[in-house]
């Protein structure tokens, strides 16, 4: 889930920016190379000019330390209301959401899971999560991807608050 290698470059940068850096993705595009995907946020949100300040910052990161092999590219972007969930203490901190979580491998009979985050033990490193009345723990080494799964009513909320 997390690229530290990655992470520890860059979190500098975003952070000296006034972001938060949440985490990063690397997702294959084919022959296209590599999408470069960086999560950010602040406290005031996010808009296009914060995301095109830390994207000038960050490529001359990378273009100086060349830590990704191949042809990218770079996007970085807000992490929306189905915010991508990359550490444990970004499943504690959404504790009574609704999240979709894929696994590298099955467990309990499958790797996909939506439901409710209930709990999250930070010792054992693992989430546990309510789908259809049962609950899952799902060891946290095991979680490929995990994003909120907002609710039509989480949606409405949000938009009531940017008419305000």
Do not use: W
Request: hydrophobic fraction near 35%; charged fraction near 25%.
């Amino acid at each position: 889930m997390l690229d530290k290698h990655l992470e520890t470059l860059l979190t500098p940068v975003v952070s000296a920016l006034g972001y938060e850096l949440l985490g990063i993705e690397r997702i294959s595009q084919g022959k296209r190379g590599l999408l470069l995907r960086v999560y950010i946020d602040h406290e005031n949100g996010i808009n296009i000019d914060d995301c095109e300040q830390v994207s000038h910052q960050i490529s001359g990161v990378l273009d100086v330390e060349d830590p990704v092999s191949g042809q990218y590219t770079l996007e970085v972007s807000s992490p929306g209301l189905d915010r991508p969930l990359f550490t444990l203490a970004h499943f504690a901190q959404f504790c009574g959401s609704r999240v979709h979580v894929r696994l590298n491998r099955a467990i309990h009979g499958r790797r996909k899971f939506t439901g409710l985050i209930k709990a999250v033990d930070q010792a054992a490193a693992q989430v546990e999560i309510d789908v259809d009345n049962e609950r899952y723990t799902l060891p946290y080494d095991t979680i490929d991807r995990a994003h909120l799964d907002p609710t039509n009513e989480d949606i409405q909320a949000f938009l009531k608050t940017k008419r305000n």
